[in-house]
């Protein structure tokens, strides 16, 4: 069964330092998104992309983040000058379609720890 | 957003039915109903959706409300797998931003 991988599984990282986080969405899939969840928190979006640009992104969302798809296969989340209160889990996902009904597929997420 | 409420949590016995609720009395006409569950340590899982009829798949039963102000989640026969966060989200048909609530914990008993 085709699915949505990230890496690395955890990452620690300095306070102040940047990050990327990778994702390899399914093949055929159009849509990408990145979620987070701060542990014991829901889990909150964070921005969804398509045809090589934002189509949406939560007020989450400030200039600290950016996302990129530098090749065919690869979706990543940037993270500059990363705070303490990014430490999360950060999930990666892709949908066929972004027109309420198709399903999104989740990766097992990177747990950031921002010391 | 259109708003769901589910019960905090919910118990029930391995290899019975599992009945949960959600509540979402201001749904729009547009609005697809979509359940995710989480399991512990991972990422959501997508589990079933539905607009207006009663859906069935190889993971669950989706039973919508007439007027569309509830639905429920059936699993048929409940498993130790089955124990996670179940989340009932509302989505537009212009949308694809999922907003996860609390969800409902279910806790499955041996």
């Known amino acids: 069964e085709p699915e949505v991988t990230q890496t690395p599984s955890h990452q620690v990282t300095q306070m102040g330092q940047e990050v990327i986080l990778r994702c390899v969405p399914i093949s055929n899939h159009l849509y990408f998104y990145w979620y987070r969840q701060i542990l014991g928190q829901k889990v909150e979006f964070l921005v969804s992309?398509?045809?090589?640009?934002?189509?949406?992104k939560s007020e989450i969302f400030d200039d600290q983040f950016s996302v990129e798809r530098p090749d065919g296969s690869n979706f990543t989340l940037k993270i500059r000058s990363t705070k303490l209160e990014d430490s999360a889990m950060y999930f990666c996902?892709?949908?066929?379609?972004?027109?309420?009904?198709?399903?999104?597929?989740f990766g097992q997420g990177t747990r950031l720890t921002v010391v | 957003d259109a708003k769901t409420t589910q019960p905090n949590s919910m118990e029930s016995n391995e290899e019975e039915p599992v009945h949960l609720p959600c509540n979402h009395s201001?749904?729009?006409?547009?609005?697809?109903i979509h359940w995710y569950r989480q399991l512990p340590s991972q990422g959501p899982e997508y589990v079933i959706h539905g607009l207006t009829s009663n859906v069935n798949n190889r993971m669950a039963s989706l039973a919508i409300a007439e007027d569309r102000k509830s639905s429920t989640l059936i699993l048929h026969r409940a498993t130790l797998r089955d124990a996670a966060v179940y989340y009932c989200?509302?989505?537009?048909?212009?949308?694809?931003?999922?907003?996860f609530g609390e969800g409902t914990q279910l806790t499955v008993n041996p």
């Open positions: 996902a892709s949908s066929e379609a972004d027109r309420g009904w198709p399903e999104a597929f």
């Open positions: 992309f398509y045809n090589n640009e934002i189509s949406e």
């Open positions: 201001t749904i729009s006409g547009t609005d697809y």
């Open positions: 989200i509302l989505l537009q048909t212009s949308g694809s931003r999922l907003t």
